[in-house]
Structures are given as C-alpha cells and as structure tokens.
C-alpha cells in the first residue's frame, strides 16, 4: 500500500511520515502539515482523540490553507463515547461545498457540533458516520445539484476488484456505509434504497431491519483502497489525461486541471465559464435568484442554489428534501430521523428512539397515562408531588418560626440591655420592692388606723363622760323637780282640806293668782314628763 | 443509476446466461431490453423461442424490474393472454432487493420455465392440471410451443415511459 493519507478523515489522522506519496497535492501538502504540527505521535490504528477544541483548529486552519480548494480535512471529531454514532452535520457539509463557491470561505459556521444519535437499537456495533460528500446528498439538479463535484460518476482507470463495488449501484464505493447485518453500500445507495423502499427499511441484501442512526461508516481499510483507486480526470472528455487517486482527484479537477474552464467568449470579459459557452455572448450577467430574489451573476446560479436560503437540501436524517431555512424547525419538530424522548418523559420513560419509530412506542408505552401502569404512576407521580409540597410547607413554617424566635431573641436582649442584666431577676426584684412597698404601705396604714382610732377614743372618752354628768345632772335636777312637784301637790292638797273658802285663796289670790294656775298646768305637764319615767 | 443499468446490459448481452440473448429496442431506450429465451433441454418448452420484455423502472435498482412475456406460453405462472404477466417472488416489490441483477432475474425466469411454481399460480386451471394430470399439461405445453412459439418472436414498439 504506498500511501496512505486520510484525508477525509480527520479525525483518524495518522502521521503519514513514511509513506507520503511522491506528489503530494498543496492540499494534502497544506492537511499533512497541519496534522503533524498538531498531533506528532499517536497510533495509526485507533485513531487519535483529538480534544474537540484541537480539533476545531486543525479543521480551521486546514480550511484557511487549503482555500478555495474543497476542505476534504472538516471538523469531524471521533465522538468520544462509542455509543454515540455520528450523522454528518450540515456544519460540515457547508464547509465542504461553500469553499467552491468564488471567494472561499464565504460561509463559515462556526459552531462545529455534529448531530449526534445515541444508541438506538441494542444489537448495532458502534461508529461514527463520516459525513458524506456533497455529492452523496443527491441534491437534485434543480437545487444547484449538477454543480457539485460528482464522485458517483468517475471514470475508473481499470476495473476495480469485484468486492469494492457497491451491490446497488454496481461501481466501486463512494462514502462506504456498513449496515448492522454487515453489508456494505455508497452513503447515496443505501440512503435512496431506505427511502424508498417499501416494506420500510430493510437491507438491500437480506432485508433485515434496518435504521440509518445504525449504520455507519465502513472500515478504514476500505476506505483507504477505495481512496487508492486510480480514476480518469473527469474532464478527460475535454483532453486532461490526469490519472489519480480518486482521494485527490476533487481537488485537481476542481482548482489545478487547465481543462476545467472555458474562457468567456465575451469580448472584453476576461472571466471564465465552467461549461462550454453555447454562443458568443458574455454570460456573466446579473440575474434574480428565482428563490430568494437576490441578485447573482448568471454563471454563479448554482453555487447560489447550493447555499440559498430558500432552496432545498437534503436532510440527513431523514433524507427528505428540506428548504435550508426551515431546516432547524423541520429537524425539530417533524423529522422522523431525529432521536426524540418518549412523550410521557415527564412520568418517567427513559425511552428514546427515532420520531418514526415513537408512535409505535407509545402505544406500548408503560408511562402512557391509560395504562394501569400509568393510572398507578400517575396517582404516585401526584403523592409526591403532594409530598413535596408538604416539605415545601413546612420549610417556609419553619423560616417563619425561625423568623419568630430570632425576633424574639432580639426583643429579649433589647429587655435585657436596658434591665441591666437577667430580666427575669430584674422582674422579681420589681415585684419584691413592690412588695416591701405595698408592706410599708400597709404598715403605715394599720398604724394609722390605729393611730385615728385612739384619737377618736381620745376624743370621745370625755364627750362621754361629759354626757354622762349631764345625765346625773338631769337625773338630780328630775329628782329635785319631781320632789318639789309633790311637796307642792301636797300642799295644795293641805290648803284644800284645811281652808274654808276661798277666801283665804283669795286672800292669798291677788298675789298667788298667777301661782294658782301653775299647778294645774304644772300637773299637766308633770303628767306628760312623767309618763316615759313610768 | 443509468450507469448500472448499461453495465448490467453490457454484462448480460457479453456473457448472456444460458438460453438468452438479450438486445435494446430500436430506440436506444436503455430502460426496456429485449430478450429472447430458448429454454434447453429438461423443460417442457424446449424447442420454443420466447420473447420477454424487461422494463426498468426509472429509480430501478429500488424498484423491481417487470418482466414479461411477449410470447404466449402455457404456464401456471404466466397469464394466458397477450399481456404475459409473469409471477416471480423475485420481482414482488416487498421481496425485491435493490442488489439483485437482472442476469439473477433471466434466470429465475429460466427456472421457471423448467420448474413451474403451482403452488403460487396466476393460471389456477393451468397449476391445477399441472399437479394432477402432467401428461395433459405437457400435451398443452407442446401444442402452445407449436402454436406460438417457434418463430423468433416480435417485440411491440416501446412506449416512450
């Protein structure tokens, strides 16, 4: 094997030191260079594992120097994990196809993540899919399709071995994919075969069941004699009569081969024309886009097609013809080749399969809210969601109880700074003088009383005493009166029984007429004060 | 894929299989072949010449090619009539394999010309006699091979497709 230089692989670089090939293309020149300043020592057989970083430069600088030439050397990066099955990336393929567009790099996305497709099926073998050539895609004419270098159409120099041609198209392998059942077939065959066929998708050979995210990328070995095939400048029909490996014969129809364009037969137009001018007007024209309506020179249409917005391109996921610009909503959203999550995620199913493939699943689907699985499910989805709001209530009670003891502390400290010191002590110390007060209190007013009351015995004593010689008094003078009221009465009585007449009363009368009255008004009265004695 | 089917016409017309001679209508159209078969010895057909049509269908190899016989021919598996529709499982299109050739198609057609499939008829008359009473059957055989199929055989015009 003389040389071996994956170009088109760039993730697998292996130093090609020892067998460079004897005239080397700039372009391989420029790739070689690049990977052996990068990476210096690494097994040829596994491949290195470039950090997706480093990667990222190598592809970079590679497309900087090998400009406007296509960039075989992309951005490809072995996926880390073997689950992980790499589906080429429009990132990449633009990075293919935009560079042959006048100007070069004109449209270069930076963003190098790939489409990466986990394990979808258990038995498959793991490996990246290398994105295909443009070619690969069969964009149709119409999409700029016929301006693409076309690797399916090469002149062979000899017939090639009989096990390096496709069973489908019958011409040696573009872009090798290798199926789960180990039949190998152009990128372009199998994926024009799976979309096509009928009963789904089955092996063009044994019609096993086949998912495109299964297949990948056939072995290097391959790759590598199939890259070694020495192939006819495709412009041999124009007079070239280069033979190359088919690896580097893009490179050399599409910038170094002097039969690759004609001259403008425009008079003072010193452009040229990739096909051969059909009369002598200058075709380098401003024309409108019939997609986007942008103006373009006539010549250019096709490179236009194949980066416009409004045009279609493959999906290479699904391999449906896709407008550019609704790419992103179309792999969101309806591709049937993209992985998806079960619907009924959110109960729980880790499942993940291809959206063509998710109706089938759902309707077994274990999660699906209908099922006693899923009834069941469902009311324990709801406890703990229950649960979890519980917990959710009693945090928020316990910062608000948090909230209230650090309050409280702050109340208390505050109580105690200005108690100076122990505020229980502070309390009972109140009380205690409080009491000792009241105590006094009580003191002084017992005393007091006692004080108020002597006085009035004081005071009272002689009043009393002073009454009760009245009373003695009264008591003697009633005595005296009562014993001068019967001495009176008896001698009124003396008088009566001892006078004749009256005139002696008479006599006595003119000075005791006054007196005379008295008695009898005496004894009435006599009566009346004596009556409460009796 | 018009590329695999000039090299499988290349290929079938240079070392055509056994009994067949393959050419491409006047017309160049590269989608329709004109075959001639003469079936050998062990078949009941054997001293007839059969004219088949093999159309390609324009994504063949996806699709299956159709076949069919321009000549009239007793067989349980062929129509009795000038359409010529022959039943192969090769050609159904949910056992069609894009990698089968059509040098595996011709011959399958030979097999079934010295093997007939009773069990899978599009003639159930025919199949049936076939099973139950073989001497009729070859009797019939050689009276439509006399009747239809000794000269070389007449292609109808393509239809431009």
Not at chain 1, 288 to 297: A, F, H, L, R, V
Not at chain 2, 94 to 117: G, M
């Amino acid at each position: 094997m003389p040389a071996d230089e994956p170009t088109d692989e760039p993730a697998d670089v292996n130093p090609p030191l020892d067998n460079q090939p004897s005239s080397p293309t700039p372009t391989t020149a420029a790739a070689t260079s690049a990977v052996l300043e990068t990476s210096s020592s690494e097994s040829s057989d596994n491949g290195i594992r470039l950090s997706p970083a480093a990667a990222r430069r190598l592809a970079r600088q590679n497309l900087r120097r090998a400009s406007p030439t296509p960039d075989l050397v992309t951005s490809l990066v072995r996926p880390s994990s073997p689950d992980d099955l790499y589906i080429g990336t429009q990132v990449a393929q633009f990075r293919r196809t935009v560079p042959l567009e006048e100007g070069g790099a004109s449209l270069q996305i930076p963003q190098p993540a790939g489409l990466f497709i986990p394990n979808v099926s258990s038995e498959r073998r793991s490996g990246p899919l290398l994105p295909p050539h443009p070619s690969s895609l069969d964009i149709p004419k119409r999409y700029g399709g016929d301006c693409i270098f076309d690797m399916y159409s090469l002149t062979y120099v000899e017939d090639p071995d009989v096990n390096l041609l496709c069973p489908i198209c019958h011409d040696p392998l573009v872009d090798p994919v290798t199926t789960p059942c180990d039949h190998t077939f152009c990128y372009r065959c199998l994926r024009q075969s799976i979309y096509s066929s009928p009963s789904g998708t089955a092996c063009p050979i044994d019609r096993d069941h086949l998912v495109w995210p299964n297949c990948f990328s056939a072995a290097r070995l391959v790759r590598t004699q199939l890259n070694n095939l020495m192939v006819k400048c495709p412009y041999h029909g124009r007079g070239c009569k280069e033979e190359l490996r088919r690896e580097v014969v893009e490179s050399h129809a599409t910038t170094e081969c002097r039969f690759k364009d004609f001259t403008c037969p425009g008079a003072d137009c010193d452009k040229t024309l990739r096909s051969k001018p059909t009369d002598d007007t200058c075709p380098h024209v401003e024309i409108k886009c019939s997609y986007c309506q942008t103006g373009i020179e006539a010549p250019d249409r096709d490179f236009h097609m194949l980066s416009c917005a409004m045009t279609k391109t493959r999906c290479e996921a699904c391999w449906r013809l896709v407008r550019r610009r609704q790419m992103g909503s179309h792999q969101e959203s309806e591709c049937d080749g993209i992985v998806i999550a079960c619907p009924y995620q959110e109960f729980g199913c880790p499942s993940r399969s291809l959206r063509g493939l998710m109706s089938t699943h759902t309707v077994t689907c274990a999660f699906h809210p209908d099922t006693p699985s899923g009834i069941i499910i469902r009311s324990q989805r709801e406890l703990i969601q229950s649960y979890s709001d519980l917990g959710q209530q009693i945090q928020q009670l316990n910062t608000r109880q948090d909230e209230t003891n650090r309050r409280i502390n702050e109340v208390t400290a505050s109580v105690g700074r200005r108690g100076g010191g122990d505020p229980a002590g502070g309390d009972s110390r109140t009380i205690q003088d409080l009491d000792a007060g009241f105590e006094e209190v009580h003191q002084n007013l017992t005393h007091l009383e006692a004080r108020q009351s002597m006085w009035t015995m004081n005071q009272v004593m002689p009043i009393r005493e002073e009454v009760t010689e009245l009373r003695n008094n009264i008591n003697m003078i009633r005595m005296h009166v009562n014993w001068l009221l019967n001495r009176s009465r008896e001698e009124g009585r003396i008088r009566a029984a001892n006078n004749s007449g009256s005139s002696t009363i008479r006599r006595e009368g003119p000075g005791d007429g006054s007196h005379h009255m008295l008695p009898e008004r005496r004894r009435s009265t006599s009566q009346e004060t004596d009556l409460p004695r009796l | 894929m018009a590329k695999r089917i000039t090299k499988e016409f290349a290929e079938v017309s240079q070392e055509p299989p056994e009994g067949f001679t393959v050419a491409l209508p006047p017309n160049d159209s590269i989608h329709t072949w004109h075959v001639t078969l003469r079936p050998s010895d062990p078949s009941p057909y054997s001293p007839g010449i059969f004219g088949l049509v093999l159309t390609l269908p324009s994504d063949y190899p996806f699709k299956a090619p159709v076949v069919k016989f321009v000549t009239r021919i007793y067989h349980p598996n062929v129509t009795n009539d000038s359409l010529g529709n022959i039943c192969l499982g090769l050609l159904k299109p949910d056992a069609w394999k894009p990698s089968t050739k059509l040098r595996a198609v011709l011959e399958a057609v030979r097999n079934l010309l010295i093997e007939p499939q009773p069990d899978d008829p599009l003639e159930d008359r025919i199949a049936e006699e076939f099973r139950n009473d073989r001497p009729s059957f070859d009797k019939n055989v050689k009276f439509h091979v006399e009747k239809y199929a000794r000269a070389e055989p007449t292609f109808p015009p393509v239809v431009a497709s």
